[in-house]
């Protein structure tokens, strides 16, 4: 089992930055991948980015490539995801996700507002 807990949400204006963060604890130790999918309002949830944990490689979605960085801090267990230049499309309910073997782990998720 593996529990992630995300932080960081809140609220920020247009061309802002927020950095939301995900501590993974249980059997951390042996996920395949971190990432991050988000869910605006009425809409369905979607991709935004993923680490893999073994190589550190990344994917972004086409919609936030260039402007949010994801890393992780090893020692930790901790993934982070740097969001620059927000817009408001970006507004909406951000969660944390980890991949072990063929089962998908959600945090809580952590809200994000973007005001223009």
């Known amino acids: 089992q593996v529990q992630l807990v995300e932080s960081g949400g809140g609220l920020v204006q247009a061309g802002g930055s927020l950095r939301l963060s995900c501590a993974a604890s249980?059997?951390?130790?042996?996920?395949?991948?971190m990432g991050w999918f988000r869910q605006a309002p009425g809409k369905e949830r979607e991709f935004v980015a993923v680490?893999?944990?073994?190589?550190?490689?990344?994917f972004y979605a086409d919609s936030v490539k260039g402007r949010f960085i994801i890393s992780r801090d090893n020692a930790k267990n901790v993934a982070h995801l740097q969001m620059n230049s927000l817009k408001p499309e970006d507004t909406g309910v951000y969660y944390c996700?980890?991949?072990?073997?063929?089962?998908?782990?959600w945090g809580q998720g952590t809200s994000v507002t973007v005001s223009s």
């Open positions: 249980g059997s951390s130790s042996s996920v395949d991948d």
């Open positions: 680490m893999s944990w073994r190589d550190g490689s990344t």
């Open positions: 996700h980890a991949g072990k073997d063929t089962t998908d782990y």
